[in-house]
């Protein structure tokens, strides 16, 4: 299996009151022969966006260490940062982590956060630890897991599952089914052609202009459903107030 890893530039930055030190890592893969974007991320935020036409997958990795003197950089990168973009039979992979071993990494905090550009037809599958993840313009199907951190998914042509520990959700445009396993945290869907499935644990939930059906598993916390093409099946166990309007099917409870 060939690896094919890009990386464009490297450039250090002045340190700043929050972290120490930054260096930024670019990367380049061809999207020929690619149909999914798979990527595993650890801390840091995540933002991918989707554009037509682009013809390579396209990374720039910023990587923010506190505690680290610029002479021990190079050294710390090596040892305890793994980032790689390859392809892999018809996938490709984007793996970003800090790997946390050993007396150098004690008392400093370290995040890699990624800007990801990636051409709009293809899958993406996103397994994220922690940080604020956003996903937008992607005409295929998408799949999150999702640690903690707010979570923005806009304009996607295609079905979404997202599983969540905590941390906001909004959803804005989907063209397909949506699937929501939440723990805790707001949620907020609007603009679903299809159907929507929602198991959440806590915190408030607002859906709005849906196409399809509506199924709910609700903990804890305020319901609000408006403006749903077919059936509401409602399970609420909590104590929020609930507000059902302008549903064209049933509302079973």
């Known amino acids: 299996m060939k690896k094919a890893i890009g990386v464009l530039a490297v450039c250090v930055l002045t340190a700043t009151a929050a972290f120490g030190f930054e260096t930024v890592k670019n990367l380049n893969l061809p999207a020929e022969g690619i149909d999914k974007l798979k990527i595993n991320a650890g801390a840091g935020s995540l933002n991918v966006s989707g554009a037509e036409g682009l013809a390579a997958i396209e990374v ?17 990168i090596k040892d305890h940062v793994e980032l790689g973009l390859r392809k892999s039979t018809g996938t490709a992979v984007l793996n970003s982590q800090i790997r946390d071993h050993g007396f150098f990494l004690f008392g400093r905090e370290a995040r890699i956060d990624l800007t990801v550009r990636m051409p709009r037809g293809l899958a993406l599958d996103v397994t994220d630890g922690s940080g604020a993840l956003g996903v937008e ?53 609007r603009n679903v052609t299809g159907d929507v499935s929602l198991d959440d644990g806590s915190g408030s939930t607002a859906l709005r202009h849906i196409g399809g059906t509506v199924t709910i598993d609700d903990g804890s916390g305020s319901l609000e459903i408006a403006d749903v093409g ?24």
């Open 60 to 76: 720039e990795a910023r990587i923010i260490v506190d505690g680290v003197p610029d002479k021990d950089m190079e050294g710390y």
């Open 230 to 253: 077919k059936d509401v099946t409602l399970r609420h166990k909590g104590s929020g107030s609930v507000d059902i309007t302008g549903v064209k099917g049933k509302v079973v409870k």
């Open 137 to 189: 313009n992607i005409a295929a199907a998408v799949r999150i897991d999702d640690g903690s951190g707010a979570l923005r998914v806009l304009k996607i042509a295609g079905a979404v599952r997202i599983e969540d520990g905590s941390g906001e959700i909004i959803v804005d445009g989907v063209e397909g089914n949506l699937d929501i396993i939440d723990g805790s945290g707001s949620i907020e869907v």
